[in-house]
């Protein structure tokens, strides 16, 4: 299972199942995609 945080996205990739674990996961988390990639990303 690899994740890829970029700018304007996020890349999974593995297998449905991993993918799917991974995405109840984050949406725990962060409501939003671009909460999670602000929160990943470095403060300035």
Do not use: C, F
Not at 7 to 15: A, H, S
Not at 34 to 40: G, P
């Amino acid at each position: 299972m690899k994740i890829y945080l970029q700018p304007k996205g996020i890349t999974l990739v593995g297998k449905a199942w991993q993918i799917k674990y991974m995405l109840r996961n984050y949406m725990r988390q962060h409501e939003l995609v671009q909460d999670w990639i602000n929160a990943a990303s470095p403060k300035k």
